[in-house]
């Protein structure tokens, strides 16, 4: 008699993988640990994820779904330099969070270096889509030039997530959000 599916099951491989691949990477973790942690077997991970690119997708898409939601709480209603400063501000929070171990995307696409599989594809486009609403609020801020204005505040903004590992990270996360301020003037 076949056992009946646990409707429970991608949940749990989920939060499983989640801790896993955030603090450890993508290579770092077998599928084997990660039905180890879900405490499933290994026909119900694969049921749900195929293959690894495939649970690695459901991942960054989980992790999408929080972000995307926090900038749309953060940003609701605001617009140009407002916008820019709310921005920052908030990277400024998630990269000075207790825990953070860098951006999802951003640690897929250095780990991986391969942009094109699935997950690349995905986390590359959730990169740009937070460069867009920069060069939306710049290109809305007022300034001579928005695309030099946004320039910087996007390398600004790489600036931080990629001092991220770092333990001065707050401090190079404050400075940013002043560096910004004083672009706005």
């Not at 990269?95 to 696409?109: D, E, I, K, T, W």
């Not at 391969?114 to 959730?126: H, M, S, T, V, Y």
């Not at 920069?134 to 204005?149: I, K, N, S, T, W």
Request: net charge positive.
């Amino acid at each position: 008699m076949a056992r009946p599916e646990d409707p429970t099951a991608r949940e749990r491989i989920l939060d499983a993988a989640h801790p896993l691949f955030y603090e450890r990477g993508i290579r770092a973790v077998g599928m084997a640990e990660v039905v180890a942690a879900a405490g499933t077997g290994k026909q119900a991970l694969y049921r749900h994820f195929p293959g690894k690119d495939e649970l690695v997708l459901a991942y960054l898409e989980r992790f999408a779904e929080l972000l995307d939601a926090s900038t749309a709480r953060t940003l609701d209603g605001l617009e140009g330099a407002d916008g820019l400063r709310a921005l920052i501000r908030l990277v400024e929070r998630r990269v000075g969070a207790r825990g953070y171990a860098g951006c999802p995307f951003r640690n897929y696409l250095r780990e991986m270096r391969d942009p094109r599989d699935r997950p690349g594809r995905f986390a590359l486009r959730q990169v740009r889509a937070l460069r867009r609403l920069v060069e939306r609020y710049a290109a809305e801020a007022g300034v001579a030039d928005p695309g030099a204005l946004a320039e910087e505040v996007w390398l600004i903004v790489e600036g931080v997530y990629a001092g991220a590992p770092y333990p001065e990270r707050r401090a190079m996360a404050a400075a940013a959000v002043g560096r910004v301020d004083a672009l706005l003037i």
